[in-house]
């Protein structure tokens, strides 16, 4: 089982950043789990955002976020970032994070956390 714990969120102007954390229980296992960042606006479906293999040597990315966000990973902290630059209205969100067991960071995963709000003021 991972417990896994966003931080980060907040109010911030368009054009600003916010550095997203997600802090996972049990260490040991968590340099094995992809893991992935969603977000979900008000009325919308939950939209991946990015993803990061268990090594951090690969990542991807939402069309909508390419060159404005960074994902990464400190395995031996157990905790995985999403860096978020160049923000717009259109960024308001709950921020969720989640691994999975498997490298399919277009697939399912087992475990999630229980958000972070985002808002992105004009």
């Known amino acids: 089982q991972v417990q896994l714990v966003e931080s980060g969120g907040g109010l911030v102007q368009a054009g600003g950043s916010l550095r997203l954390s997600c802090a996972a229980s049990?260490?040991?296992?968590?340099?094995?789990?992809?893991m992935g960042w969603f977000r979900q606006a008000p009325g919308k479906e939950r939209d991946f955002v990015a993803a990061?293999?268990?090594?951090?040597?690969?990542?991807w990315y939402a069309d909508s976020v390419k060159g404005r966000f960074t994902i990464s990973r400190d395995n031996a902290e157990g905790t995985v970032y999403l860096q978020l630059n160049s923000l717009k209205p259109e960024d308001t969100a709950v921020y969720y994070c989640?691994?999975?067991?498997?490298?399919?960071?277009?697939?399912?995963?087992?475990?999630w956390g229980q958000g972070t709000q985002v808002t992105v003021s004009s």
């Open positions: 990061i293999d268990w090594s951090g040597g690969t990542t």
């Open positions: 049990g260490r040991s296992t968590f340099s094995t789990y992809c």
């Open positions: 989640a691994a999975q067991a498997f490298s399919d960071p277009f697939g399912t995963y087992d475990y």
